[in-house]
Protein backbone atom coordinates (compact mmCIF):
# COMPACT_ATOMS: atom_id res chain seq x y z
CA UNK A 1 0.00 0.00 0.00
CA UNK A 2 1.35 3.08 -1.20
CA UNK A 3 1.02 5.76 1.46
CA UNK A 4 2.14 8.92 -0.84
CA UNK A 5 1.59 12.84 1.11
CA UNK A 6 -0.39 13.40 4.04
CA UNK A 7 -3.71 14.55 2.04
CA UNK A 8 -4.24 18.70 2.92
CA UNK A 9 -6.63 19.32 5.30
CA UNK A 10 -10.39 19.66 4.88
CA UNK A 11 -13.79 19.33 6.48
CA UNK A 12 -14.90 15.73 7.39
CA UNK A 13 -18.12 16.22 5.47
CA UNK A 14 -20.02 18.31 3.10
CA UNK A 15 -22.47 20.31 4.48
CA UNK A 16 -26.23 19.13 3.43
CA UNK A 17 -28.72 20.73 4.84
CA UNK A 18 -30.58 23.36 1.95
CA UNK A 19 -30.80 25.79 4.54
CA UNK A 20 -26.86 25.54 5.66
CA UNK A 21 -26.06 25.49 2.13
CA UNK A 22 -28.26 28.55 1.45
CA UNK A 23 -26.62 30.30 3.99
CA UNK A 24 -23.31 29.86 3.05
CA UNK A 25 -24.39 30.70 -0.93
CA UNK A 26 -25.78 34.32 0.41
CA UNK A 27 -23.28 34.92 2.89
CA UNK A 28 -20.24 34.47 0.65
CA UNK A 29 -22.59 36.85 -1.77
CA UNK A 30 -23.10 39.30 1.15
CA UNK A 31 -19.60 39.72 1.78
CA UNK A 32 -18.54 40.20 -1.93
CA UNK A 33 -21.53 42.75 -2.81
CA UNK A 34 -20.96 44.70 0.64
CA UNK A 35 -16.96 44.96 -0.25
CA UNK A 36 -17.68 46.15 -4.06
CA UNK A 37 -19.95 48.55 -2.25
CA UNK A 38 -17.03 50.13 0.12
CA UNK A 39 -14.88 50.36 -3.03
CA UNK A 40 -17.07 52.50 -5.02
CA UNK A 41 -16.49 54.98 -1.93
CA UNK A 42 -12.82 54.19 -1.93
CA UNK A 43 -12.32 55.33 -5.06
CA UNK A 44 -13.96 58.40 -4.48
CA UNK A 45 -11.27 59.54 -2.43
CA UNK A 46 -7.88 58.09 -3.99
CA UNK A 47 -5.67 58.75 -6.56
CA UNK A 48 -6.58 58.57 -9.97
CA UNK A 49 -3.51 55.88 -10.29
CA UNK A 50 -4.39 53.94 -7.77
CA UNK A 51 -8.05 53.07 -8.72
CA UNK A 52 -7.86 50.18 -11.68
CA UNK A 53 -5.04 48.45 -8.80
CA UNK A 54 -7.38 48.46 -6.06
CA UNK A 55 -9.90 47.60 -8.28
CA UNK A 56 -8.02 44.54 -9.05
CA UNK A 57 -6.78 43.60 -5.24
CA UNK A 58 -10.96 43.78 -4.21
CA UNK A 59 -11.86 41.24 -6.93
CA UNK A 60 -9.36 39.28 -5.99
CA UNK A 61 -10.33 38.86 -3.00
CA UNK A 62 -14.01 38.33 -3.77
CA UNK A 63 -12.64 35.59 -6.02
CA UNK A 64 -10.94 34.03 -3.32
CA UNK A 65 -13.73 34.02 -1.49
CA UNK A 66 -16.12 32.77 -3.94
CA UNK A 67 -13.40 29.84 -5.02
CA UNK A 68 -13.41 29.03 -0.87
CA UNK A 69 -16.77 28.68 -0.13
CA UNK A 70 -17.51 26.73 -3.09
CA UNK A 71 -14.90 24.32 -2.95
CA UNK A 72 -16.41 23.72 0.45
CA UNK A 73 -19.71 23.24 -0.63
CA UNK A 74 -18.59 20.95 -3.76
CA UNK A 75 -21.86 19.44 -5.60
CA UNK A 76 -24.05 21.44 -7.61
CA UNK A 77 -22.91 25.01 -6.37
CA UNK A 78 -19.46 24.38 -7.50
CA UNK A 79 -19.92 22.76 -10.09
CA UNK A 80 -21.60 25.74 -11.75
CA UNK A 81 -18.55 27.62 -11.00
CA UNK A 82 -16.30 25.13 -12.98
CA UNK A 83 -19.27 25.90 -15.85
CA UNK A 84 -17.98 29.69 -15.50
CA UNK A 85 -14.56 29.16 -15.73
CA UNK A 86 -14.51 27.73 -19.06
CA UNK A 87 -15.22 30.25 -20.96
CA UNK A 88 -12.47 33.49 -21.03
CA UNK A 89 -14.97 35.71 -21.98
CA UNK A 90 -17.71 36.14 -18.96
CA UNK A 91 -15.68 37.17 -16.31
CA UNK A 92 -12.94 39.32 -15.30
CA UNK A 93 -9.49 37.24 -15.48
CA UNK A 94 -9.70 37.68 -11.58
CA UNK A 95 -12.40 35.24 -11.24
CA UNK A 96 -11.87 33.11 -14.28
CA UNK A 97 -8.61 32.37 -12.72
CA UNK A 98 -9.45 31.42 -9.58
CA UNK A 99 -12.68 29.69 -10.19
CA UNK A 100 -10.67 27.43 -12.62
CA UNK A 101 -8.20 26.39 -9.71
CA UNK A 102 -11.81 24.28 -9.17
CA UNK A 103 -11.33 21.66 -11.02
CA UNK A 104 -7.46 21.11 -10.05
CA UNK A 105 -6.83 22.40 -6.73
CA UNK A 106 -10.01 21.68 -5.13
CA UNK A 107 -9.40 20.09 -0.97
CA UNK A 108 -9.88 16.25 -0.96
CA UNK A 109 -11.33 14.38 1.54
CA UNK A 110 -8.99 13.40 4.61
CA UNK A 111 -7.43 9.87 3.95
CA UNK A 112 -9.65 7.90 6.67
CA UNK A 113 -13.02 9.21 5.12
CA UNK A 114 -11.58 7.88 1.77
CA UNK A 115 -10.91 4.53 3.16
CA UNK A 116 -14.01 4.57 4.82
CA UNK A 117 -16.25 5.63 1.26
CA UNK A 118 -13.80 2.43 -0.46
CA UNK A 119 -14.49 -0.31 1.92
CA UNK A 120 -18.03 0.54 2.29
CA UNK A 121 -19.05 0.45 -0.99
CA UNK A 122 -16.71 -2.18 -2.49
CA UNK A 123 -17.84 -4.49 1.04
CA UNK A 124 -14.25 -5.35 1.80
CA UNK A 125 -11.12 -3.22 3.57
CA UNK A 126 -9.50 -0.93 0.70
CA UNK A 127 -6.23 -2.64 1.42
CA UNK A 128 -7.29 -6.04 0.07
CA UNK A 129 -9.35 -4.43 -2.80
CA UNK A 130 -5.86 -2.87 -4.26
CA UNK A 131 -2.18 -3.93 -4.11
CA UNK A 132 -1.30 -0.48 -3.93
CA UNK A 133 -3.65 2.96 -3.54
CA UNK A 134 -2.07 6.50 -3.24
CA UNK A 135 -3.48 8.42 -0.36
CA UNK A 136 -2.82 11.75 -2.46
CA UNK A 137 -5.29 12.18 -4.97
CA UNK A 138 -4.56 13.09 -8.61
CA UNK A 139 -7.40 15.50 -8.19
CA UNK A 140 -10.22 16.58 -6.57
CA UNK A 141 -13.31 18.03 -8.12
CA UNK A 142 -17.31 18.56 -7.35
CA UNK A 143 -18.68 15.51 -6.74
CA UNK A 144 -15.18 12.96 -6.00
CA UNK A 145 -11.75 13.12 -5.90
CA UNK A 146 -9.63 10.50 -8.19
CA UNK A 147 -6.44 8.41 -7.08
CA UNK A 148 -4.03 6.22 -8.47
CA UNK A 149 -4.30 2.45 -7.47
CA UNK A 150 -2.64 -0.31 -8.96
CA UNK A 151 -5.38 -3.83 -8.59
CA UNK A 152 -4.19 -7.54 -7.35
CA UNK A 153 -3.70 -8.07 -10.57
CA UNK A 154 -0.97 -5.70 -11.38
CA UNK A 155 -3.03 -3.17 -13.31
CA UNK A 156 -2.03 0.82 -12.36
CA UNK A 157 -5.78 2.51 -12.13
CA UNK A 158 -7.67 5.43 -11.42
CA UNK A 159 -10.29 5.29 -8.93
CA UNK A 160 -12.81 8.17 -8.45
CA UNK A 161 -14.40 8.34 -4.89
CA UNK A 162 -17.19 10.25 -4.03
CA UNK A 163 -17.88 12.76 -1.48
CA UNK A 164 -20.10 11.33 1.46
CA UNK A 165 -23.64 12.85 1.34
CA UNK A 166 -23.13 14.82 -1.71
CA UNK A 167 -25.93 13.31 -3.10
CA UNK A 168 -28.22 14.57 -0.63
CA UNK A 169 -26.93 18.23 -1.30
CA UNK A 170 -28.12 17.79 -5.24
CA UNK A 171 -31.97 18.86 -4.93
CA UNK A 172 -30.83 21.36 -2.22
CA UNK A 173 -28.54 23.47 -4.16
CA UNK A 174 -30.20 22.92 -7.37
CA UNK A 175 -33.66 24.59 -5.21
CA UNK A 176 -31.20 27.04 -3.81
CA UNK A 177 -29.74 27.91 -6.87
CA UNK A 178 -33.24 28.79 -8.49
CA UNK A 179 -34.05 30.81 -5.58
CA UNK A 180 -30.85 33.28 -6.00
CA UNK A 181 -31.62 33.69 -9.51
CA UNK A 182 -35.40 35.01 -8.60
CA UNK A 183 -33.56 36.68 -6.07
CA UNK A 184 -31.16 38.20 -8.51
CA UNK A 185 -33.59 39.09 -10.86
CA UNK A 186 -31.36 37.67 -13.88
CA UNK A 187 -33.38 37.99 -17.38
CA UNK A 188 -34.11 34.27 -18.03
CA UNK A 189 -37.62 33.51 -18.99
CA UNK A 190 -39.59 32.45 -16.62
CA UNK A 191 -41.32 30.01 -18.53
CA UNK A 192 -38.30 27.91 -18.41
CA UNK A 193 -36.25 28.49 -15.37
CA UNK A 194 -37.83 25.50 -13.93
CA UNK A 195 -37.03 23.07 -17.53
CA UNK A 196 -33.37 24.52 -16.47
CA UNK A 197 -32.79 23.73 -12.96
CA UNK A 198 -34.82 20.36 -13.55
CA UNK A 199 -32.22 19.21 -16.74
CA UNK A 200 -29.33 20.32 -14.42
CA UNK A 201 -30.58 18.30 -11.55
CA UNK A 202 -31.47 15.37 -13.45
CA UNK A 203 -27.81 15.34 -15.23
CA UNK A 204 -26.35 15.76 -11.48
CA UNK A 205 -27.97 12.99 -10.30
CA UNK A 206 -26.94 10.61 -13.05
CA UNK A 207 -23.12 12.19 -12.90
CA UNK A 208 -23.48 10.95 -9.14
CA UNK A 209 -23.92 7.56 -9.86
CA UNK A 210 -20.80 6.19 -10.82
CA UNK A 211 -22.37 3.05 -11.94
CA UNK A 212 -24.18 4.80 -14.94
CA UNK A 213 -20.20 6.35 -15.73
CA UNK A 214 -18.96 3.06 -15.98
CA UNK A 215 -21.71 2.19 -18.74
CA UNK A 216 -21.51 5.69 -20.28
CA UNK A 217 -17.08 5.06 -20.59
CA UNK A 218 -18.84 1.43 -22.79
CA UNK A 219 -21.12 2.60 -24.40
CA UNK A 220 -18.72 5.64 -25.49
CA UNK A 221 -15.51 3.83 -26.14
CA UNK A 222 -17.68 2.03 -28.71
CA UNK A 223 -19.71 4.85 -29.80
CA UNK A 224 -16.46 6.92 -30.99
CA UNK A 225 -14.22 3.86 -32.24
CA UNK A 226 -15.03 6.35 -35.16
CA UNK A 227 -12.34 8.47 -34.38
CA UNK A 228 -9.11 6.46 -34.68
CA UNK A 229 -7.33 9.25 -33.07
CA UNK A 230 -9.79 9.21 -29.62
CA UNK A 231 -9.17 6.76 -26.36
CA UNK A 232 -11.85 6.38 -24.03
CA UNK A 233 -10.90 4.84 -20.36
CA UNK A 234 -12.13 1.21 -19.39
CA UNK A 235 -14.03 0.44 -16.25
CA UNK A 236 -13.74 -2.46 -14.12
CA UNK A 237 -17.27 -3.72 -13.01
CA UNK A 238 -15.67 -5.44 -10.23
CA UNK A 239 -13.88 -2.63 -8.13
CA UNK A 240 -16.90 -0.58 -9.28
CA UNK A 241 -20.23 0.50 -7.33
CA UNK A 242 -22.69 3.51 -6.95
CA UNK A 243 -20.00 5.54 -5.27
CA UNK A 244 -17.06 4.41 -6.59
CA UNK A 245 -15.62 3.76 -9.97
CA UNK A 246 -12.39 2.14 -10.52
CA UNK A 247 -11.04 2.45 -14.64
CA UNK A 248 -7.96 2.36 -16.47
CA UNK A 249 -5.17 4.61 -15.42
CA UNK A 250 -5.00 7.27 -18.50
CA UNK A 251 -1.84 9.32 -18.74
CA UNK A 252 -0.23 12.21 -20.66
CA UNK A 253 -0.18 15.76 -21.23
CA UNK A 254 -3.11 18.44 -20.67
CA UNK A 255 -4.97 19.18 -24.25
CA UNK A 256 -4.02 23.00 -23.52
CA UNK A 257 -0.31 22.47 -22.88
CA UNK A 258 -0.14 20.87 -25.93
CA UNK A 259 -1.65 23.41 -28.10
CA UNK A 260 -0.53 26.10 -26.61
CA UNK A 261 3.80 25.04 -26.83
CA UNK A 262 2.99 23.49 -30.33
CA UNK A 263 4.49 25.54 -33.44
CA UNK A 264 1.39 27.34 -35.44
CA UNK A 265 1.22 24.58 -38.00
CA UNK A 266 0.53 21.49 -35.41
CA UNK A 267 -1.43 23.54 -32.98
CA UNK A 268 -4.04 24.21 -35.60
CA UNK A 269 -4.46 20.82 -37.15
CA UNK A 270 -4.80 19.14 -33.37
CA UNK A 271 -7.70 21.92 -32.74
CA UNK A 272 -9.00 21.33 -36.11
CA UNK A 273 -9.16 17.44 -35.05
CA UNK A 274 -10.16 18.72 -31.85
CA UNK A 275 -13.65 20.85 -32.90
CA UNK A 276 -14.16 18.52 -36.01
CA UNK A 277 -14.80 15.41 -33.35
CA UNK A 278 -17.06 17.36 -31.41
CA UNK A 279 -19.09 18.69 -34.58
CA UNK A 280 -19.81 15.06 -36.13
CA UNK A 281 -20.32 13.64 -32.37
CA UNK A 282 -23.09 16.04 -32.21
CA UNK A 283 -24.71 16.02 -35.40
CA UNK A 284 -23.74 12.21 -36.73
CA UNK A 285 -24.11 10.75 -33.77
CA UNK A 286 -26.22 12.59 -31.44
CA UNK A 287 -24.19 12.55 -28.71
CA UNK A 288 -22.17 14.58 -26.48
CA UNK A 289 -19.48 14.43 -24.17
CA UNK A 290 -20.86 16.89 -21.77
CA UNK A 291 -18.04 18.33 -19.54
CA UNK A 292 -15.54 20.67 -22.13
CA UNK A 293 -13.64 21.80 -18.96
CA UNK A 294 -9.94 21.67 -19.88
CA UNK A 295 -9.11 18.95 -17.48
CA UNK A 296 -11.16 16.11 -19.42
CA UNK A 297 -8.63 16.34 -22.64
CA UNK A 298 -5.24 14.62 -22.81
CA UNK A 299 -2.94 13.69 -25.41
CA UNK A 300 -0.75 10.03 -24.55
CA UNK A 301 2.58 9.51 -25.56
CA UNK A 302 1.26 8.34 -29.35
CA UNK A 303 -0.69 11.40 -30.13
CA UNK A 304 -3.81 10.07 -29.25
CA UNK A 305 -6.72 12.41 -27.57
CA UNK A 306 -7.83 11.16 -24.27
CA UNK A 307 -11.10 11.65 -23.51
CA UNK A 308 -11.84 11.55 -19.26
CA UNK A 309 -14.74 12.09 -17.24
CA UNK A 310 -17.95 10.57 -18.93
CA UNK A 311 -20.62 11.24 -15.84
CA UNK A 312 -22.16 14.04 -17.94
CA UNK A 313 -23.07 12.80 -21.23
CA UNK A 314 -25.97 14.09 -23.18
CA UNK A 315 -27.89 12.01 -25.78
CA UNK A 316 -30.02 13.95 -28.59
CA UNK A 317 -32.86 12.73 -30.91
CA UNK A 318 -31.48 13.33 -34.06
CA UNK A 319 -33.99 15.83 -34.98
CA UNK A 320 -32.58 18.26 -32.55
CA UNK A 321 -29.14 18.77 -33.97
CA UNK A 322 -30.38 18.50 -37.59
CA UNK A 323 -33.00 22.08 -36.35
CA UNK A 324 -29.14 23.42 -35.69
CA UNK A 325 -27.77 22.66 -39.33
CA UNK A 326 -31.32 23.53 -40.86
CA UNK A 327 -30.39 27.22 -39.39
CA UNK A 328 -27.28 27.19 -40.05
CA UNK A 329 -27.58 26.84 -43.68
CA UNK A 330 -30.26 29.40 -43.39
CA UNK A 331 -27.75 31.79 -42.47
CA UNK A 332 -25.28 30.65 -45.29
CA UNK A 333 -27.93 31.50 -48.33
CA UNK A 334 -29.00 35.01 -46.35
CA UNK A 335 -32.71 33.45 -46.06
CA UNK A 336 -33.69 35.73 -42.86
CA UNK A 337 -37.05 35.20 -43.72
CA UNK A 338 -37.49 31.68 -42.68
CA UNK A 339 -35.05 32.00 -39.49
CA UNK A 340 -38.32 32.70 -37.40
CA UNK A 341 -40.02 29.55 -37.93
CA UNK A 342 -37.06 27.15 -37.49
CA UNK A 343 -35.99 28.84 -34.43
CA UNK A 344 -39.34 27.88 -32.99
CA UNK A 345 -39.67 24.05 -34.92
CA UNK A 346 -36.38 23.96 -33.21
CA UNK A 347 -37.80 24.23 -29.29
CA UNK A 348 -36.93 28.10 -28.94
CA UNK A 349 -39.20 29.83 -27.33
CA UNK A 350 -39.86 33.27 -29.40
CA UNK A 351 -41.79 36.36 -28.29
CA UNK A 352 -45.02 37.10 -30.79
CA UNK A 353 -44.02 40.51 -31.20
CA UNK A 354 -40.55 42.27 -31.54
CA UNK A 355 -38.54 39.53 -32.92
CA UNK A 356 -38.07 39.08 -36.84
CA UNK A 357 -35.96 36.87 -39.08
CA UNK A 358 -33.87 40.02 -40.19
CA UNK A 359 -32.81 40.43 -36.63
CA UNK A 360 -32.64 36.75 -35.77
CA UNK A 361 -30.06 37.02 -38.80
CA UNK A 362 -27.93 39.70 -37.69
CA UNK A 363 -27.73 38.59 -34.22
CA UNK A 364 -26.11 35.27 -35.64
CA UNK A 365 -23.77 36.99 -37.81
CA UNK A 366 -22.30 38.02 -34.71
CA UNK A 367 -22.56 34.46 -32.48
CA UNK A 368 -22.24 32.19 -35.64
CA UNK A 369 -19.17 34.06 -37.44
CA UNK A 370 -16.63 31.47 -36.92
CA UNK A 371 -18.96 29.37 -39.33
CA UNK A 372 -19.48 32.18 -41.57
CA UNK A 373 -16.29 33.49 -41.92
CA UNK A 374 -14.04 32.25 -44.61
CA UNK A 375 -10.97 30.40 -44.25
CA UNK A 376 -9.04 30.11 -40.68
CA UNK A 377 -10.51 31.72 -38.08
CA UNK A 378 -8.76 33.25 -35.51
CA UNK A 379 -10.37 32.34 -31.90
CA UNK A 380 -7.99 34.60 -30.20
CA UNK A 381 -8.91 37.56 -31.91
CA UNK A 382 -12.50 36.77 -31.87
CA UNK A 383 -14.62 40.01 -29.28
CA UNK A 384 -17.80 37.70 -28.94
CA UNK A 385 -18.57 39.03 -25.50
CA UNK A 386 -17.93 42.41 -26.59
CA UNK A 387 -20.06 42.77 -29.91
CA UNK A 388 -22.37 40.51 -28.38
CA UNK A 389 -23.67 42.67 -25.23
CA UNK A 390 -23.45 45.94 -27.73
CA UNK A 391 -26.07 44.32 -29.53
CA UNK A 392 -28.42 42.72 -26.77
CA UNK A 393 -28.39 46.89 -25.60
CA UNK A 394 -29.89 47.83 -28.42
CA UNK A 395 -32.07 44.99 -28.86
CA UNK A 396 -33.02 44.44 -25.65
CA UNK A 397 -36.05 41.48 -27.19
CA UNK A 398 -33.51 39.37 -27.77
CA UNK A 399 -33.34 38.33 -24.00
CA UNK A 400 -36.78 37.42 -24.15
CA UNK A 401 -35.98 34.14 -26.67
CA UNK A 402 -35.76 31.01 -24.57
CA UNK A 403 -33.35 28.26 -26.22
CA UNK A 404 -34.89 24.72 -25.70
CA UNK A 405 -34.31 22.48 -22.36
CA UNK A 406 -31.89 20.41 -24.76
CA UNK A 407 -29.85 23.47 -25.73
CA UNK A 408 -28.59 23.85 -21.82
CA UNK A 409 -25.75 20.95 -22.30
CA UNK A 410 -24.71 21.94 -25.71
CA UNK A 411 -24.13 26.07 -25.08
CA UNK A 412 -22.05 24.53 -22.17
CA UNK A 413 -19.83 22.66 -24.68
CA UNK A 414 -20.02 25.17 -27.45
CA UNK A 415 -18.70 27.75 -24.58
CA UNK A 416 -16.25 25.16 -23.59
CA UNK A 417 -15.00 24.56 -27.13
CA UNK A 418 -14.35 28.23 -27.64
CA UNK A 419 -12.67 28.66 -24.03
CA UNK A 420 -9.82 26.12 -25.08
CA UNK A 421 -9.49 27.62 -28.43
CA UNK A 422 -9.45 30.69 -27.49
CA UNK A 423 -6.88 30.46 -24.75
CA UNK A 424 -4.85 28.85 -27.19
CA UNK A 425 -4.83 30.58 -30.09
CA UNK A 426 -6.18 28.32 -32.34
CA UNK A 427 -6.92 29.13 -36.03
CA UNK A 428 -9.60 26.54 -37.23
CA UNK A 429 -11.45 26.54 -40.69
CA UNK A 430 -14.71 26.37 -38.94
CA UNK A 431 -16.85 27.17 -41.88
CA UNK A 432 -14.80 24.53 -44.55
CA UNK A 433 -15.41 21.85 -41.77
CA UNK A 434 -19.56 22.89 -41.11
CA UNK A 435 -19.92 23.00 -44.89
CA UNK A 436 -17.89 19.15 -44.90
CA UNK A 437 -20.32 17.90 -42.53
CA UNK A 438 -23.87 19.35 -44.20
CA UNK A 439 -23.07 17.41 -47.53
CA UNK A 440 -22.68 14.56 -45.94
CA UNK A 441 -26.11 15.07 -43.55
CA UNK A 442 -27.44 16.30 -46.68
CA UNK A 443 -26.38 13.17 -48.86
CA UNK A 444 -28.32 11.35 -45.72
CA UNK A 445 -31.60 13.19 -46.60
CA UNK A 446 -30.87 15.14 -43.13
Known amino acids: MSDGKQARPHPARVPT???KRFTKLSGTATTVTARHAFQKLKEAV?????????????????????VRTLSEMKGAAMKVGQLLSVDPQVLPPEFRDALGSLQKNAPPMPWELVEQVVTGALGTP???????????PLGAASIGQVHRAVTRAGQPVAVKVQYPGIDATIDSDVKNLGTMLQ??????PGARIEDYLEELRQVLHREADYENEARNLVEYAQRLA??????????????????????????????????????????????????????R???????????PHPGNFLMDGDGRLVLLDFGCVKTFDPSFPDAFTNIMRAQWRGEADGLLDLYRRAGFVVPARGVDGDLLYEWQEIV?????????????????????LAFLRDNLVLKTVAPPRPALFYFRVCAGLRGILTRTGARVDVRQLARELEGRLAARGR
Open 17 to 19: GRL
Open 46 to 66: IAPEERAQSRRDATVKSAQDV
Open 126 to 136: LAEAYAEFDRE
Open 183 to 188: MAKLVI
Open 226 to 279: VFPYARVPSPLPELTRKSVLTMELMTGTPLVEVLSTSSPTERDALATRFLDMFM
Open 281 to 291: MFHELNLLHAD
Open 368 to 388: LEPFIHKGPFDFAAWKLEARA
